[in-house]
């Protein structure tokens, strides 16, 4: 069985994502990814990645 891998690559959204509504048009199932990475959580105010360090406190 063939499926297809759609990796968001700088944020979530559904609504309005092209690439994501293509591969959603294909006849063969969708396995949405993400990848947390620290420049990631720095786009967003206020939230900071979690490291080993920091999580130990």
Do not use: C
Not at 39 to 57: D, E, I, K, L
């Amino acid at each position: 069985m063939k499926i297809t891998i759609f990796w968001h690559r700088r944020d979530l959204r559904f609504d309005d994502n092209a690439g994501l509504a293509a591969a959603l048009q294909r006849d063969e199932p969708v396995l949405p990814s993400l990848s947390m990475t620290a420049p990631f959580w720095r786009s967003y105010p206020g939230t900071t990645p979690a490291s080993p360090s920091s999580s130990t406190r």
